[in-house]
């Protein structure tokens, strides 16, 4: 297994230690005007499953990699997991309600896998769909607009024991679940995404081991990397086959990548962590296979490609969606595979909870890259950033710190959509503080404050900005 270490920095989802920052910011409010967005953005927040359902052994639901995971407290920051996380399963209907008083109109959650279907495949739990189709009945009679991705981490564990993601079997055990959902659901939503970010899940979960499954090891990742490339076109087949009129994406965790200087050396090592970061997934969608030019181990994927790959990897999605919380600055290093790191940000760097450095004008680069792609739409399915919030006497959480951030990114976002990429909605992450996999609980994205104790909800000062802005 490849040590840890070198992979903190890979995805959005993982934390670098978090640092202690003497950034004061100088916080001047900026006027974000949803009109210069147009009147047909989407504007809306995006959940996962594992991170807000709880309800983990409730009505049949079967065990999931993240259930199996976090039974060692150690394996979780702060020693907690994703049993009760926000008790969304329970709460969903004043959660929603509060979703439409702050003004949003759309609303991106998941659906977990293991509670619609326990084992994976055959047996249906229909207590699962059930509550499903209440929540997306709760949604349209409120007016959301529900978002439904059909996979964010939560793999059934039984499959896990098959495999999971390394074995080539889950192209037909997802396309069962996907036929599933869109068959059961599809009558009801439009805007369908594939898979959350295959690049972190597949690094954390089958190469470094940071995150459940806890693999390692090159043929691992590769193996996984090459059948959720499949399962990612496939699935957006399956919705287009089973969905009438629908729109339908994937999503990709993504950072800008520059070279700490100018010299060749410093170049190509910028580029070999913009092929793990950027490029990976989204390629082989586009029929241009997998960039193994600037980062040569990739070529040993070609073991698990078989001849009708080569076609069934390509997908003309209606949108892509782009993940974004930070920029990269790299360095040569001696990290194996990759021979690149990522430059620590500066000691007066401005820095979220997470150590991640606030980068407004990254949004704007990483959007402009992915925009050369051609593809028809551009969705920021997720951006926010997580501060150390106070809860002060008089019951009021002010994170000026987070709504100054927010105003950089969008203007940013504005910037871009104005200079010709076809950017057509933004997610904030995330509605409620959650579960965030292995950091536990502490990290707070919300713009509304959770209570774990009695899970109270307490809308944050960003909260009430979205609210204004988009009234
Ligand atoms: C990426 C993931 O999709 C989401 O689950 C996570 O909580 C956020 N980024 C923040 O790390």
Not at 292 to 300: A, D, T, V
């Amino acid at each position: 297994m490849i040590p840890l270490r070198f992979f903190r920095f890979i995805a959005g989802s993982v934390a670098a230690n978090p640092i202690k920052t003497n950034f004061k910011s100088e916080i001047k409010e900026l006027n974000i005007d949803r009109k210069d967005f147009g009147h047909d953005f989407h504007w809306g927040v995006a959940t996962a499953s594992y991170q807000i359902e709880g309800a983990w052994n409730t009505d049949g639901k079967g065990e999931s990699i993240w259930d199996r995971f976090t039974v060692n407290p150690k394996n979780v920051k702060d020693r907690t997991n994703g049993q009760v996380a926000t008790d969304f399963y329970n709460r969903y209907e004043s959660d929603l309600v509060l979703l439409k008083d702050l003004n949003f109109e759309n609303f991106r959650f998941s659906f977990s896998w293991p509670r619609i279907l326990p084992d994976g495949t055959g047996k249906v739990n229909e207590k699962g769909i059930g509550f499903y189709n209440r929540m997306i009945d709760k949604c349209l009679e409120l007016g959301i607009e529900p978002w439904a991705m059909l996979y964010h981490w939560d793999l059934p564990q039984k499959l896990e024991e098959l495999g999971g993601w390394t074995n080539r079997d889950i192209i037909g055990w997802f396309s069962e679940y996907a036929d599933l959902c869109t068959r059961r659901f599809g009558d009801r939503i439009q805007h369908w995404m594939v898979l959350n970010e295959p690049a972190s899940f597949t690094t954390l979960g089958y190469l470094s081991g940071m995150h459940a499954p806890q693999k390692g090891g090159i043929a691992k990742f590769l193996a996984a990397v090459h059948h959720a490339s499949l399962c990612q076109a496939e699935g957006g087949r399956i919705i287009r086959e089973n969905v009438k009129e629908s729109h339908i994406g994937t999503t990709f965790s993504c950072a800008y990548t520059e070279p700490q200087k100018r010299s060749g050396r410093y170049q190509r090592a910028s580029e070999r962590l913009d092929v793990m970061l950027n490029r990976l997934f989204i390629e082989p969608s586009l029929g241009m296979g997998y960039p193994y030019k600037e980062l040569p181990f990739i070529r040993k994927i070609d073991q698990f490609i078989q001849p009708e790959d080569v076609e069934n990897l390509k997908f003309d999605f209606d949108f892509i969606g782009i993940q974004n919380y930070f920029r990269i600055t790299s360095r040569p290093s001696l990290i194996p595979l990759i021979w690149a790191n990522r430059v620590k940000p500066s000691a007066n760097a401005e820095v979220t909870a997470m150590g991640w450095e606030v980068s407004p004008e990254g949004i704007y680069d990483i959007i402009m890259q992915f925009a050369k792609y051609g593809v028809k739409e551009i969705i920021v399915t997720e951006n926010g950033a997580a501060f150390h919030d106070h809860l002060k006497k008089n019951g009021k959480i002010h994170d000026r710190q987070r709504i100054h951030f927010y105003q950089r990114y969008l203007q940013n976002v504005l910037r871009a959509k104005n200079d010709g990429a076809p950017v057509t909605g933004y997610f904030a992450w995330t509605f409620v503080d959650n579960f965030e996999w292995d950091e536990g609980i502490r990290p707070r994205f919300g713009l509304v404050y959770n209570d774990f104790k009695t899970q109270k909800r307490i809308i944050k000062d960003s909260g009430f900005w979205f609210q204004e802005m988009l009234k």
